[in-house]
């Protein structure tokens, strides 16, 4: 089954602990992303990556760091979670960037406490 | 950067009525996407659409990128209608992706 997949679904963390959410999918796709979903604000892109090893910052990238060494893992990576970085976070993938829908993860819950 | 605006932000409907929701966008875009977000959090995909106009069962999408808008048509809404309706697009110069505030559908039975 086509999908994209995100650990862990819930995390409940402390600030300053570093934690990584995972993001894998099994499509192919070139194109993966990573957005943040805030009340009354939508989805905000945090980061991007068009291939294996390129990746960019969205409009929200300050406090994470994200990888791709491997085409169908995109981890997205908080060195020292803050209470302002608590919300729900999805992972997604599209074929190529410009010409494709988007395909979303489940979402991850994140409390910073 | 570019602004993505949907109206209405709130709609509430009786089950059987048709509903039309907007997405304008401030730039040239490489795509738009229209997406549902159901009660349980999960982002569905529903139109790809560029431009040009789509059909899938009761839902329909029209883009008109000259004029930098597109319109979700819901027609016989269901309970199961409810959520979010978010409009997305991606830019053209850097292939970013923004997505508009969303709308928040509630169909009343």
């Known amino acids: 089954e086509a999908q994209v997949t995100q650990n862990p679904r819930y995390l409940i963390t402390v600030t300053g602990k570093k934690l990584t959410v995972t993001c894998s999918q099994n499509?192919?796709?070139?194109?993966m992303s990573w957005y943040r979903q805030d009340p009354g604000l939508g989805l905000r892109q945090i980061y991007y990556?068009?291939?294996?090893?390129?990746?960019d910052k969205g409009d929200v990238p300050e406090g994470y760091k994200v990888s791709r060494k491997e085409k169908r893992n995109f981890p997205l990576i908080l060195e020292s979670p803050s209470p302002n970085q608590t919300s729900l976070y999805f992972c997604?993938?599209?074929?190529?960037?410009?010409?494709?829908?988007?395909?979303f993860g489940p979402g991850t819950r994140l409390t910073v406490l | 950067g570019i602004q993505v605006e949907q109206s209405p932000p709130d709609l509430i409907l009786q089950e059987g009525a048709n509903s039309t929701l907007r997405c304008n966008f401030s730039?040239?875009?490489?795509?738009l996407q229209w997406f549902h977000q159901n009660p349980w959090g999960q982002l569905i995909n529903l139109f790809y659409?560029?431009?040009g106009t789509k059909q899938n069962g009761r839902l329909s999408a029209t883009t008109v990128a000259t004029e930098r808008y597109s319109l979700l048509y819901i027609s016989s809404s269901q309970t199961t209608d409810s959520g979010v309706y978010f409009c997305?697009?991606?830019?053209?110069?850097?292939?970013?992706?923004?997505f508009g505030k969303g709308t928040r559908l509630h169909i009343l039975p």
């Open positions: 659409i560029p431009s």
């Open positions: 990556s068009m291939n294996v090893e390129v990746t």
């Open positions: 997604a993938s599209s074929l190529f960037p410009g010409g494709d829908t988007q395909y």
């Open positions: 499509m192919n796709h070139e194109y």
């Open positions: 997305a697009v991606e830019r053209n110069r850097d292939d970013k992706i923004i």
């Open positions: 730039d040239s875009v490489n795509n």
